[in-house]
Structures are given as C-alpha cells and as structure tokens.
C-alpha cells in the first residue's frame, strides 16, 4: 500500500505543476492580440491542464480527507480553496457571455479590429469583463493563499519541520 506521505508528495507535485500552467495560459492571452481560436484554444490547453493538475487531487485525495482533520490549518486551507473556486464559478459567468459575443461575431475566426467588444456583446458586456477579470485574479489570489497554507501544513506533516 503507498503511504499517505507519497501520496501527499504526488499531490503537492500536482498542484506546484499547476501554477506554471495557469501562468503560461496567461500570458498566452496576454501575449497575443488579437486572441484568435487558435490562441484560445492554446491558452485553455494550459489552463485546463492546471485547473486538472489542481482539482483531480483535491477531490481524489483532499475532500475524503477534509472531514477528518477540519481543525487549525487544514481548515484554513480549505476554505481559501474554497473561495478560489467560488471566484472561478464568478469569473466563469462572464468568459460565458464573452466568448458567445465573440462567437456570434465570428472574432475568433474573422478578427475585425473595427469592432468593439464592448459594442457587441450590448450594454453589459463591460460588467461582464469587469466580471471575469475580478474573478481571475479572486481565483489566483485565493489560490495563491490555499498554496501556501497546503505547502505549510505538507512541510509541517511530512518533513517534520517544527511549525
């Protein structure tokens, strides 16, 4: 049987992998304008690997464990990942309502640089990208915090360091 250290190592591996994903399908975006189906696709290539580098050990390994240690830290851990979550469910209603702008335009494919995102997509599409540029960075910014909590509460655990 394997140990729940190594299990613990696999799933920090996991989830210190995921970081440089979500951050090069950033920039993917970032880096590229204007963002065609090809770019889109390239970026949620990586931000679907990081999102599955991230989820696939908290629901395999973290949440059947969560009601047997929800004290101190790891309750602290889980409900900074917990928001980070409930920020991409946030973000997530506006990349919605962006990407069916653009796709009833035909951006991704046709890119006109006359057309204005904003005038496509009717009044509310600056509250939508308002939406999904707040729930991004809710999303990295609680994920960040989950990080470092998970990364003390694995040191503290199992590298018997004193804290």
């Known amino acids: ?13 996991a989830v210190t992998l995921s970081f440089p994903c ?3 399908g950033a920039w993917i975006v970032i880096d590229n304008d ?17 999102l599955a580098l991230t989820t696939v050990p908290l629901l ?4 059947p464990r969560l009601f047997d240690q929800l004290q101190g830290a790891a309750l602290v851990h889980a409900f900074l990942g917990v928001q980070a979550y409930a920020m991409l469910l946030f973000a997530g209603t506006g990349i ?5 702008a653009k796709r009833r335009h035909d951006l991704y494919n046709d890119y006109d640089e006359e057309v204005l995102l904003d005038e496509i997509g009717g009044e ?18 609680f994920w960040l915090l989950a990080y470092f909590v998970g990364v003390i509460r694995y040191l503290s655990r199992y590298a018997l360091l004193p804290f």
């Open 1 to 13: 049987m394997v140990s729940d250290a190594a299990i613990a190592t696999l799933v920090f591996a």
């Open 22 to 24: 979500f951050l090069y």
């Open 34 to 50: 204007p963002v065609t189906w090809d770019v889109l696709t390239s970026h949620l290539t990586f931000i679907v690997t990081g």
């Open 60 to 63: 395999l390994w973290m949440v």
């Open 96 to 100: 919605v309502r962006i990407f069916r």
């Open 124 to 141: 509310n599409m600056q509250f939508w990208r308002r939406r999904l540029r707040v729930g991004v960075f809710g999303y990295v910014f």
